[in-house]
C-alpha cells in the first residue's frame, strides 16, 4: 500500500515539531498537524510566557531592594497589566511563526487543523484525509478542573495569560510548579494571594528541605498558605467569588484559580479507531521506542504521563525521528532530569531527593542555608539553601538541590556532574568561583546528617 506520508505527527508542540524536523531532515515524507497554535502549551501557555510574567513580577521587589544599595526614588510604580501582556503577547506571536517556519523550512506539509483517526493508518485532517506509514501522537496536556459545585466560575492556567486586568486578590487551589508559580507572579505584582493545598507542605514529590524552603519563602512573601485543606465549592458574589473550603471556611477574591492537576490531551483523537489502548486517565499507553500497543503508532511527550517536562518531551521527540529515520539510538539519560520550579525565588534540583536515597542504602546528607549576598544589604527576608545527596559507599552525588535566586541557572550545569556520576571527592576537588552561591556545591564539608541503611 502507498501512503501520502512517511511519518504523520498528530500536534505541533515541543514534541511534535522536533519530531517532525528530524524526520523531514532525514529524508522522510512528513506531515504535522496542529489544531491550535504552532509551539504548544510552552510556547504559548506554558513555560515562556509564564517566565515572563515571573521576571516582570521581580522587577517590583528589584526597585524596592535597590533602596538599600543607596538608590533613591527607585520605588516601583503603578503596574500596567495590559502592557505586560501585549508585550508578551507579541513575543509568543514572534515563537509561534518560528516553530511553524522550522518545519515547513525542511519540506514537512503542515496542517492547522484537528486530526482524527480513522483506522490504525488513515487520518482525517480537518477535512482532508491523509494515509501514513507511521504516526505519531504528539497532542501534549491540559489544565483540569476539579469536580466541585462552581467550578465553571473558576481559571485554569490556560485563561491566566489572557486576564484583561491583573485580579486584585486570588485563591490559588495547588502547590504544585503551576500554582507556586502563579503564587509568586500574583503576589509580586500587587495582588492579596491566597494558596490552599491537600498536602502539609508544597511540591509534593520534591525533597522535603526544598519544600520546607518553599513554604517559608512563600509566607515570607505574603502568600496565605491554607494546607492540608481543599475548595469544595466555588460560589458567585457579585463580580467576585467565594472560595468555600471542606472545612466551611470561605474565602473572598476576584479570582479563584485552579491549578490541582493537568491530563493527556487525548479527546477527539479517535483512539479508539486505531485501536489504541490509554490509561485509566487517559494518558496514551507506551512500551519501549515510544511504542503504543499499536506497532506503528507512538506516543512522545505530555500526551503519555510519564515525565511531564518540555525539555524531555523535546527529547523524546528528537531520538524517536533518529531511531525510525536514521536507524540510531540517540543517547539522553532520562534517569537525572533536572528540573526548575520558578517561583519567587526559584528552586531547581537533579538527581534523587534525600527520601529516596535513603531508602536506597546509608546516605550523606550535606547542606546549607543563607542569606545571600545582596540581601545582606537590601534587608529582605531572602534565604537560600543548597543541597548534596551522596551515597555513603561509592561517594557518588545522587542528587544536588538548590533553593534561591539563579537556581536554574546553577543546576543546570551540576546536572552535568550529576549525570556523569560525578563524587564527592570530585565536587570538592574543583575551585569555586568567588563571591557567588554556586561555589558553596564544591565547598560543603561538614556531614549534616546520614540517612538510610540498616
Same mark, same amino acid.
Given at each position: 500500500?502507498?501512503?501520502?506520508?512517511?511519518?504523520f505527527?498528530?500536534?505541533?508542540?515541543?514534541? @511534535?515539531?522536533?519530531?517532525?524536523?528530524?524526520?523531514?531532515?532525514? @529524508?522522510?515524507?512528513?506531515?504535522?498537524?496542529?489544531?491550535?497554535?504552532?509551539?504548544?502549551?510552552?510556547?504559548?501557555?506554558?513555560?515562556?510566557?509564564?517566565?515572563?510574567?515571573?521576571?516582570?513580577? &521581580?522587577?517590583?521587589?528589584?526597585?524596592?531592594?535597590?533602596? @538599600?544599595?543607596?538608590?533613591? @526614588?527607585?520605588?516601583?510604580?503603578?503596574?500596567?497589566?495590559?502592557?505586560?501582556?501585549?508585550?508578551?503577547?507579541?513575543?509568543?506571536?514572534?515563537?509561534?511563526?518560528?516553530?511553524?517556519?522550522?518545519?515547513?523550512?525542511?519540506?514537512?506539509?503542515?496542517?492547522?487543523?484537528?486530526?482524527r483517526?480513522?483506522?490504525?493508518?488513515?487520518?482525517?485532517?480537518?477535512?482532508?484525509?491523509?494515509?501514513?506509514?507511521?504516526?505519531?501522537?504528539?497532542?501534549?496536556?491540559?489544565?483540569?478542573?476539579?469536580?466541585?459545585?462552581?467550578?465553571?466560575?473558576?481559571?485554569?492556567?490556560?485563561?491566566?495569560?489572557?486576564?484583561?486586568?491583573?485580579?486584585e486578590?486570588?485563591?490559588?487551589?495547588?502547590?504544585?510548579?503551576?500554582?507556586?508559580?502563579?503564587?509568586?507572579?500574583?503576589?509580586?505584582?500587587?495582588?492579596?494571594?491566597?494558596?490552599?493545598?491537600?498536602?502539609?507542605?508544597?511540591?509534593?514529590?520534591?525533597?522535603?528541605?526544598?519544600? &520546607?524552603?518553599?513554604?517559608?519563602?512563600?509566607?515570607?512573601?505574603g502568600?496565605?498558605l491554607?494546607?492540608?485543606?481543599?475548595i469544595?465549592?466555588?460560589?458567585?458574589?457579585?463580580?467576585?467569588?467565594?472560595?468555600?473550603?471542606?472545612?466551611?471556611?470561605?474565602?473572598?477574591?476576584?479570582?479563584?484559580?485552579?491549578a490541582?492537576?493537568?491530563?493527556?490531551?487525548?479527546?477527539?483523537?479517535?483512539?479508539?479507531?486505531?485501536?489504541?489502548?490509554?490509561?485509566?486517565?487517559?494518558?496514551?499507553?507506551?512500551?519501549?521506542?515510544?511504542?503504543?500497543?499499536?506497532?506503528?503508532?507512538?506516543?512522545?511527550?505530555?500526551?503519555?504521563?510519564?515525565?511531564?517536562?518540555?525539555?524531555?518531551?523535546?527529547?523524546?521527540?528528537h531520538?524517536?525521528?533518529?531511531?525510525?529515520?536514521?536507524?540510531?539510538?540517540?543517547?539522553?539519560?532520562?534517569?537525572?532530569?533536572?528540573?526548575?520550579?520558578?517561583?519567587?525565588?526559584?528552586?531547581?534540583?537533579?538527581?534523587?531527593?534525600?527520601?529516596?536515597?535513603?531508602?536506597?542504602?546509608?546516605?550523606?546528607?550535606?547542606?546549607?542555608?543563607?542569606?545571600?549576598?545582596?540581601?545582606?544589604?537590601?534587608?529582605?527576608?531572602?534565604?537560600?539553601?543548597?543541597?548534596?545527596?551522596?551515597?555513603?559507599?561509592?561517594?557518588r552525588?545522587?542528587?544536588?538541590?538548590?533553593?534561591?535566586?539563579?537556581?536554574?541557572?546553577?543546576?543546570?550545569?551540576?546536572?552535568?556532574?550529576?549525570?556523569?556520576?560525578?563524587?564527592?571527592?570530585?565536587?570538592?576537588?574543583?575551585?569555586?568561583?568567588?563571591?557567588?552561591?554556586?561555589?558553596e556545591?564544591?565547598?560543603?564539608?561538614?556531614?549534616?546528617?546520614?540517612?538510610?541503611?540498616?
Open positions: 500500500m502507498g501512503f501520502d506520508f512517511d511519518l505527527v498528530i500536534g505541533g508542540g515541543s514534541a @511534535g515539531v522536533r519530531c517532525g524536523r528530524i524526520a523531514a531532515a532525514h @529524508g522522510a515524507r512528513v506531515g504535522v498537524a496542529e489544531r491550535r497554535f504552532w509551539g504548544g502549551t510552552c510556547v504559548n501557555i506554558g513555560c515562556v510566557p509564564k517566565k515572563i510574567l515571573v521576571q516582570a513580577a &521581580e522587577y517590583g521587589a528589584h526597585a524596592e531592594d535597590a533602596v @538599600g544599595f543607596g538608590w533613591r @526614588g527607585a520605588a516601583a510604580g503603578v503596574h500596567d497589566w495590559a502592557a505586560l501582556i501585549a508585550a508578551k503577547d507579541r513575543e509568543i506571536a514572534r515563537l509561534n511563526g518560528t516553530y511553524r517556519r522550522l518545519l515547513e523550512g525542511v519540506g514537512a506539509t503542515v496542517f492547522e487543523a484537528q486530526a483517526f480513522l483506522d490504525p493508518h488513515r487520518i482525517a485532517v480537518g477535512d482532508t484525509e491523509i494515509s501514513a506509514e507511521r504516526v505519531v501522537i504528539a497532542t501534549g496536556g491540559r489544565p483540569l478542573r476539579p469536580d466541585i459545585p462552581g467550578a465553571e466560575l473558576g481559571i485554569v492556567s490556560d485563561d491566566a495569560f489572557y486576564l484583561d486586568r491583573r485580579p486578590r486570588v485563591v490559588i487551589l495547588g502547590s504544585g510548579y503551576i500554582a507556586v508559580e502563579f503564587a509568586g507572579i500574583f503576589r509580586g505584582l500587587g495582588a492579596e494571594v491566597d494558596l490552599v493545598f491537600r498536602q502539609p507542605l508544597p511540591l509534593r514529590g520534591f525533597d522535603r528541605d526544598l519544600r &520546607e524552603a518553599m513554604a517559608e519563602a512563600l509566607v515570607a512573601q502568600v496565605r491554607f494546607p492540608e485543606s481543599n469544595a465549592a466555588v460560589e458567585a458574589m457579585g463580580m467576585g467569588r467565594v472560595a468555600v473550603l471542606a472545612d466551611g471556611r470561605r474565602i473572598a477574591a476576584d479570582c479563584v484559580f485552579f490541582s492537576g493537568r491530563g493527556a490531551n487525548t479527546a477527539g483523537l479517535g483512539l479508539d479507531r486505531a485501536g489504541v489502548a490509554t490509561s485509566a486517565s487517559g494518558a496514551v499507553m507506551i512500551g519501549e521506542q515510544w511504542r503504543t500497543n499499536v506497532a506503528h503508532i507512538h506516543a512522545i511527550g505530555d500526551v503519555t504521563d510519564r515525565l511531564n517536562l518540555t525539555p524531555v518531551a523535546t527529547a523524546e521527540g531520538a524517536l525521528a533518529d531511531l525510525l529515520f536514521a536507524g540510531r539510538a540517540r543517547a539522553w539519560n532520562f534517569a537525572t532530569v533536572p528540573t526548575a520550579v520558578f517561583s519567587t525565588p526559584p528552586l531547581a534540583t537533579v538527581g534523587l531527593s534525600e527520601e529516596d536515597a535513603a531508602a536506597r542504602g546509608k546516605t550523606d546528607i550535606y547542606l546549607t542555608r543563607f542569606t545571600p549576598m545582596r540581601h545582606t544589604i537590601s534587608g529582605r527576608a531572602r534565604k537560600t539553601l543548597i543541597k548534596l545527596v551522596v551515597e555513603q559507599a561509592s561517594g552525588v545522587l542528587g544536588a538541590h538548590m533553593f534561591g535566586e539563579d537556581a536554574p541557572e546553577i543546576i543546570q550545569g551540576i546536572a552535568i556532574a550529576v549525570t556523569a556520576g560525578a563524587t564527592k571527592a570530585e565536587f570538592d576537588q574543583t575551585i569555586g568561583i568567588h563571591p557567588t552561591a554556586a561555589e556545591f564544591v565547598t560543603l564539608r561538614q556531614i549534616t546528617r546520614t540517612v538510610g541503611g540498616a
